[in-house]
């Protein structure tokens, strides 16, 4: 039985990432450290905490005394860091922040980490590590900047940022590597692409783009909607990150990424037609519809449903064109290949949404409303 810490585990990967592991490994205990910030919900892994196999701590990563504690308490054997304020367009509004949580939270980590694992010198004296341990840092893909109309990222790629989300997430990445090469510290890195599925707060692109037509609003798309992104559906991300941990190489970084290149105007359009199709097929999911038109049947009409809610927004500072993944190396080395295509995923995940309504309305009430409107309304 090894001991995970799990940082920020009530956000959307997080959470994936510990029903996976529950679900299917048996061998695994878990230890949840959350601050539960706007985008950590309790509720989303509240049947998964406050048992033998995962225990849930709210607090912040940069909390030194905290994170000591407990290292101190549970003799962690893997560190699992998701933790990080991950919003582009709030990194423009508040740069400083995501310093504070992604550089400065990751570097406190791997100090604690550090001092809990050291156990001597060697000859060269360089610190020797408790048998077993790990440190995995999870990251993006944006840490490489933007690509033109051919060609990968991999894992060679220079690294190019061109937000504070992604300059924090950069910074992150090399002082994980730092503590690799100054203390010969047991880490790996995995940057993925863009995840989508179930628990993902709507600020970010599907599941705002699902809440919005529900509610029979505008769907916002930045610019012309030419951007282009790797999808990958988070349950194959999930088995990606347990893979690496389990039997990556130290010190290497493995690119996860789904094969799915789609433009965000042509994520929108398929989410709109999938609402509509799935509503057509199916018109008990009407009823979670907060804008009600009634038709002739005495049902909510759909035809409302089109692109024409679509509206072009001012573009985000310094967008980046286009993210694309080539993720041979985790193929090669360790087997691990996306079986979800974004087709399946897509449907997968607007279905939960509409069953899930009651999640999506628990996450969204009080100030993420306010911010909401300041965020997209004109832009």
Same mark, same amino acid.
């Given at each position: ?17 510990i ?17 539960l910030t ?29 994170v ?14 998701f ?16 310093l504070?949580?992604?550089? $400065? ?6 100090? !604690?980490?550090?001092?809990?694992w050291?156990? #001597? &010198?060697?000859? %060269?004296? +360089? ?11 999870v ?8 690509l ?15 937000s ?7 910074s ?31 600020e ?7 809440k ?19 999808? $990958?559906?988070v349950e194959?991300?999930?088995? !990606?990150i ?5 039997? #990556? &190489?130290?010190? %290497?970084? +493995? ?6 290149e ?6 929108v ?12 097929e199916?018109?008990e ?8 038109v ?13 692109d ?33 295509c974004?087709e ?11 069953n ?19 965020m997209?309304?004109?832009?």
């Amino acid at each position: 039985m090894k001991t995970y810490l799990v940082t920020g585990a009530a956000g959307f990967i997080g959470a994936n990432y510990i029903k996976y592991l529950l679900k299917n490994y048996e061998d695994v205990k878990i230890v949840v450290l959350d601050l539960l910030t706007y985008a950590g919900n309790l509720g989303t892994i509240a049947k998964d905490i406050d048992n033998d196999r995962c225990i849930f701590h709210r607090g912040d990563i940069g909390d030194r005394a905290l994170v000591d504690s407990l290292f101190a308490e549970y003799k962690f054997d893997v560190v699992i860091n998701f933790a990080a304020e991950s919003h582009v367009d709030r990194s423009i509004e508040n740069p400083q922040l995501f310093l504070e949580t992604n550089i $400065l939270g990751t570097q406190n980590m791997l100090d !604690a980490a550090r001092k809990a694992w050291v156990t #001597g &010198r060697d000859e %060269q004296g +360089y610190p020797t590590w408790r048998d077993g341990v790990r440190y995995h840092q999870v990251s993006t893909d944006e840490v490489y900047g933007s690509l033109g109309a051919e060609g990968y990222f991999t894992e060679d790629t220079p690294l190019c940022p061109h937000s504070p989300y992604s300059a924090s997430k950069t910074s992150a990445d090399l002082f994980v590597m730092a503590y690799h090469d100054t203390f010969h510290m047991p880490v790996t890195i995995t940057r993925c692409s863009n995840n989508y599925g179930p628990y993902h707060f709507p600020e970010k692109l599907i599941p705002l783009i699902i809440k919005n037509i529900l509610e029979g609003k505008k769907l916002p798309v930045y610019g012309d909607g030419s951007n282009v992104r790797d999808w $990958l559906y988070v349950e194959d991300h999930c088995k !990606a990150i347990e893979m690496v941990v389990r039997k #990556g &190489r130290v010190g %290497q970084v +493995y690119n996860v990424g789904g094969h799915n290149e789609k433009t965000n105007i042509d994520i929108v359009r398929l989410t709109i037609a999938t609402i509509h199709r799935l509503m057509t097929e199916q018109p008990e999911y009407r009823k979670v519809l907060k804008k009600v038109v009634m038709g002739e049947d005495g049902l909510p009409t759909i035809d409302w449903i089109n692109d024409e809610l679509i509206t072009f927004v001012k573009d985000r500072l310094g967008h980046d064109q286009r993210y694309a993944i080539d993720p041979t190396k985790i193929k090669e080395e360790l087997g691990w290949y996306p079986e979800t295509c974004f087709e399946v995923g897509i449907v997968k995940t607007i279905e939960w949404y509409l069953n899930n309504q009651a999640w999506v309305e628990e996450v969204t009430s009080g100030d993420y409303q306010h911010y909401y409107e300041r965020m997209y309304a004109g832009r």
